[in-house]
């Protein structure tokens, strides 16, 4: 389980929705301060909210700006990266080539762009069905209160 600490900004019956900060990959680096890239992270790190189901917690014990840390299964961020990142990737590689089998230069580029954009739209097919699906939703792992 992947986890990640954040911060309780709003609070519904049956979920919270936390604020996290996203971080470079170095932000752990003792030299961060002198580093360029480690400068870089901090100055392009931005924050995210998540909504996060309250499956057996009592939304009477969490509060406003309580720390939290919700977690995600790493099959799930794994699978889910892979889907993202490849099957876009895949898609243009194989229609270009398609594409240049059939009309050449041309065909490879117009191949191309036609794969990714079908990549990209089967991507976005599959989050629509598995919007539910609770193996890629976070859980609230436990909580770290602020009273």
Do not use: K
């Not at 986890?3 to 309780?8: A, F, P, S, T």
């Not at 009592?58 to 889907?83: R, W």
């Amino acid at each position: 389980m992947l986890e990640e600490r954040g911060r309780v900004v709003a609070i519904e019956p049956d979920a919270i929705w936390v604020e996290t900060t996203q971080r470079g990959g170095c932000s752990g680096c003792s030299s961060q301060g002198s580093c360029g890239t480690g400068l870089l992270s901090g100055y392009f790190s931005s924050a995210s909210r998540i909504r996060v189901a309250l499956d057996s917690w009592d939304p009477d014990d969490i509060a406003l700006h309580d720390t939290v840390v919700i977690g995600i299964g790493e099959n799930a961020l794994a699978s889910g990266a892979l889907l993202v990142y490849l099957l876009p990737l895949i898609s243009l590689v194989l229609a270009a080539l398609g594409g240049q089998a059939l009309a050449g230069e041309f065909g490879a580029m117009a191949g191309a762009l036609i794969g990714l954009l079908g990549g990209a739209a089967l991507v976005r097919s599959h989050s629509r069905r598995h919007a539910a699906d609770p193996t890629y939703a976070p859980v609230l792992l436990h909580l770290e209160t602020s009273r």
